[in-house]
């Protein structure tokens, strides 16, 4: 089935540093990325759509400055927290559906990477 | 109006025990509907998707009412590995529109 491979799976960093999250479509391509964010006993939460080619579309509330995407393949998109801080400190998740797969795929999910800022 | 409303629960049942889980979908051109587990730390995984005319996978059922809006989830003869949060996921368009999750505790 389809896989999304992201890493790192945990990081942690000093405050003011920036961290890149990669995420690959293993054996699809993922011309649409989603970034969620969810903090302990919360909802995910949808930061931004990239899309492969184009400039990611961020979610109210999200400084696009600061959580920069780039989606420059079908098969890579990326997540950098820039000058992080301990309020950034949650855990990120990536999906994708399989546009290739006919229909409406479900999301394919990265397993995640758990972001600690100290 | 959220586009999908889920009870977070917790929905706290015996081992052996039948229990379901509701979504309602405002949109009624939503296209697609899926569930997912999540544990603790970890990232949702597809349970199943959920087709027009109800389907099961084992111990599982998802149905879809389309008039009501909204799709379920009944679980049969809970083990203790059913402990996870329950996301429903409803598609239409390019976008995907998640449930808040309903939290699960089996009990021995």
């Known amino acids: 089935g389809a896989v999304v491979s992201q890493h790192p799976s945990r990081v942690i960093c000093k405050s003011g540093t920036s961290v890149k999250i990669e995420c690959r479509s293993l054996?699809?391509?993922?011309?649409?990325m989603f970034w969620y964010r969810q903090f302990p006993k919360q909802s995910l939460m949808l930061m931004a759509t990239?899309?492969?080619?184009?400039?990611?579309?961020?979610e109210q509330g999200v400084e696009k400055d600061k959580f920069l995407i780039n989606h420059a393949s079908l098969t890579l998109s990326t997540l950098t927290v820039t000058s992080a801080h301990p309020e950034d400190s949650s855990f990120y998740i990536c999906?994708?559906?399989?546009?290739?797969?006919?229909?409406?795929?479900?999301?394919?999910f990265g397993n995640g990477t758990r972001l600690t800022v100290t | 109006r959220k586009e999908v409303e889920q009870d977070p629960g917790p929905f706290n049942v015996p081992e052996g025990a039948t229990v379901a889980f509701n979504c309602t979908y405002s949109n009624s051109a939503s296209q697609s509907f899926f569930w997912y587990r999540q544990d603790c730390r970890k990232e949702p995984k597809l349970l199943m998707s959920?087709?027009?005319s109800g389907n099961e996978d084992g111990r599982f059922t998802a149905q879809l009412n389309r008039a009501s809006q909204y799709i379920s989830l009944l679980i049969r003869d809970s083990k203790l590995s059913d402990s996870a949060t329950y996301l429903c996921v409803v598609a239409w368009g390019n976008q995907f529109y998640f449930g808040t999750g309903t939290s699960l505790t089996v009990i021995p």
């Open positions: 959920v087709y027009s």
């Open positions: 990239s899309n492969e080619g184009s400039k990611a579309t961020y």
């Open positions: 054996d699809f391509q993922a011309t649409t």
């Open positions: 999906s994708a559906p399989d546009r290739g797969a006919g229909g409406v795929s479900p999301l394919h």
